[in-house]
């Protein structure tokens, strides 16, 4: 083990002589009791591969490297990345990359380092992802690794509390956010952190979420881009009723959206809120239906 593999991020910031950038969201977790349980909250095993977005100064990676067989960490601040390098020196099973997490595959940069140990990996072998996410990029995030083409089996993600409840909501308190994640996912939050628990300390409380992936999305038979043009065109207009909300994003006539929530056994009057996912399912069912009929020419939307 090197010497700089015992550095606090704090001591590695006074060494190296550098400042924290609020522009990347770098909030250092320092709680080493925290640390540990979002490592453990993961269930690691040797024979797992993680994905870490963000390891800032390493304090994480070092949880996740004393019980995963490979982590593959994207750091976007280049600056970090000879000092992660270096304090990792003694672990070839870790690597770093320096890359912005939203403009890369994130199973391809978990393949491209296992690949190199392993040449014969298959290409979409499961892996997790595990972070202390930047809060400036949570909701991209979140979309970029569960649409992306082989998504992780797990993620235990460190985000902003009242997004992990607005992740978590149930009907009555739906957004598009959740919406979004519990097509994919089922998300719990496991913990809540205290602000105290990061160097510089943000203004609110974060929570430990952990999203179990669906072996596949939660409407089975509709194609995701319908589902959410269709989610998308409901929540368009904030407390709107749906009548109004799907037939504005839909460029349709409230007739013609009273005809489709009818259809799928919906009161027209509700807010999108309210709405479970399968009945968000029910919906883009007959409004699918509709448009194969040939009678909706004019929904532009619904690509
Ligand atoms: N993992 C460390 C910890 O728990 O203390 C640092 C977490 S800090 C909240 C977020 C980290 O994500 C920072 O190191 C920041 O530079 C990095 N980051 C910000 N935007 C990024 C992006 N688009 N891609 C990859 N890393 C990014």
């Known amino acids: 083990m090197s010497n700089d593999t015992l550095s606090s991020p704090l001591e590695l910031l006074r060494r190296h002589k550098l400042d ?34 963000g390891p800032g100064l390493g ?15 994207v750091e976007l601040d280049q600056r970090l990345i000879p000092i992660l390098r270096q304090q990792f020196a003694d ?8 890359a912005d997490i939203l403009k890369i595959d994130p199973a391809e940069a978990v393949h491209a380092q296992t690949v190199a140990e392993q040449p014969t990996a298959p290409p979409s072998s499961p892996y997790k992802v595990v972070a202390n996410l930047p809060y400036y990029i949570t909701s991209a ?12 089996v797990l993620a235990v993600l460190l985000v902003q509390h009242e997004v992990a ?11 598009l956010l959740a919406v979004s994640v519990q097509f994919y996912a089922h998300p719990r939050i496991l913990k809540r ?15 430990v979420l952990r999203l179990d992936l ?3 999305p939660a409407v089975p038979g509709v194609a995701p881009s319908q589902f959410f043009a269709v989610v998308r065109a409901g929540f368009s207009q904030r407390r709107k009723q749906l009548r109004n909300s799907l037939s504005a994003g839909l460029a349709s006539t409230k007739q013609q959206a009273d005809q489709w929530l009818h259809a799928a056994d919906i009161d027209p009057s509700r807010r999108a809120e309210t709405l479970s996912i399968p009945e968000w399912g029910r919906l883009t069912h007959t409004v699918r239906s509709a448009i194969g009929d040939g009678k909706n020419a004019n929904l532009g939307n619904f690509a």
């Open 59 to 73: 304090a994480l990676t070092h949880q996740l490297a004393a019980r995963a067989g490979r982590v593959v960490a």
């Open 20 to 53: 924290l950038k609020k522009s990347l969201g770098q909030n250092l977790l320092i709680d080493t009791t925290h640390l540990a349980r979002i490592a453990a909250a993961a269930d690691l095993a040797p024979t797992d591969s993680v994905l870490e977005i």
């Open 91 to 98: 672990q070839p099973q870790v690597s770093f990359v320096h």
């Open 165 to 175: 409840q607005r992740i978590v909501a149930q009907p009555g308190d739906m957004s």
């Open 193 to 207: 952190v205290p602000a105290g628990a990061f160097l510089p300390r943000p203004k609110v409380d974060s929570s």
């Open 141 to 152: 995030v979140l979309r970029h690794i569960l649409e992306c083409a082989h998504p992780p």
């Open 214 to 216: 669906l072996q596949q």
